[in-house]
């Protein structure tokens, strides 16, 4: 197995917060984690440490090898390319059309030219369903569309790992099957993938293993019949018992 992301104790203060408490962790290429816990518990901070968004206070974060907590606002520019990120907002640039949302990275960051740019974005918004919305502008789309346009913007980047932080809880109900279809159908592509999430069933149809975390810590992992049938922490058993 090839390791691809690590953290190694790393911890995170907001003043006399401390918010993370010395996380260990690894994620195989490949792998689906799925994170589960209380809000609160460190998720989204974790998440954002991974790719630098939020600066650890301690502790190491590993990807590819290469130690990237050090590095240069410029150097984890071209980090961050690799590690798509997808938020429970959609974040599509208002001003812009589905299509050209897409085609922005690839075209300003990567230097593609706009004809093999929009020849990608459309096969990406194939890919999600939603081929048909390309001069759409993002308002005029339902939320699970939006957030579907969303995950085709990240991969346009070819990243090697999809971060995904509770990307359906902003949806109406209808429309969270649509979205985690999509993010299913990418995990049996074989991409290496983190995402946290309270949809249980989900959790216990795609995740490799599911990382449970509580105050900072994660807590329990294990596969889902392992975390979910058979919790071996109270903490872990009492969040379960509210949840499922
Ligand atoms: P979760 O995603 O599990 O709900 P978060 O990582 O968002 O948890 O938050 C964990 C803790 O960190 C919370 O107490 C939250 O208030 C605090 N926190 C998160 N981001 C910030 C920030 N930018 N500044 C100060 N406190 C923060
Ligand atoms: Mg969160």
């Known amino acids: 197995m090839t390791t691809i992301l690590e953290t190694k104790q790393l911890t995170k203060k907001f003043d006399d917060n401390l918010v993370l408490k010395g996380i260990d962790s690894k994620i195989e290429q490949g792998q689906v984690i799925v994170v589960i816990g209380p809000s609160g518990s460190g998720k989204s901070t974790y998440l954002r440490c991974l790719n630098l968004l939020e600066q650890p206070t301690s502790g190491e974060v590993v990807f590819e090898d290469q130690s990237i907590n050090q590095l240069t606002e410029a150097q984890l520019d071209g980090i961050r390319e690799k590690m798509g990120m997808v938020f429970q907002s959609f974040n599509l640039f208002a001003n812009y059309s589905v299509l050209d949302n897409i085609n922005l990275a690839p075209i300003n960051v990567q230097g593609m030219t706009k004809a093999d740019a929009t020849k990608q974005s459309q096969d990406l918004l194939q890919q999600v369903g ?76 795609v995740a490799d293993e599911v990382w449970f ?13 392992e975390v979910f049938d058979h919790p071996q922490k109270a903490r872990t058993q009492d969040f379960l018992s509210k949840v499922l």
Do not use: C, W, Y
Not at 160 to 169: G, I, N, R, W
Not at 213 to 225: C, H, L, V
């Open 130 to 205: 939603v081929a048909d919305k390309a001069d759409a502008q993002p308002a005029s789309l339902s939320g699970g569309q939006q957030q579907r346009v969303a995950i085709a913007r990240a991969l346009a980047m070819h990243p090697d790992v999809m971060l995904f932080d509770e990307p359906t809880s902003a949806l109406d109900p209808e429309m969270v099957g649509e979205v985690l279809n999509v993010i299913k159908d990418l995990a049996q592509t074989g991409m290496t993938m983190i995402i946290v999430t309270h949809e249980m069933g989900f959790a216990k149809n």
């Open 213 to 225: 975390m509580d105050d900072g810590q994660i807590i329990e992992k294990g596969t889902p019949t």
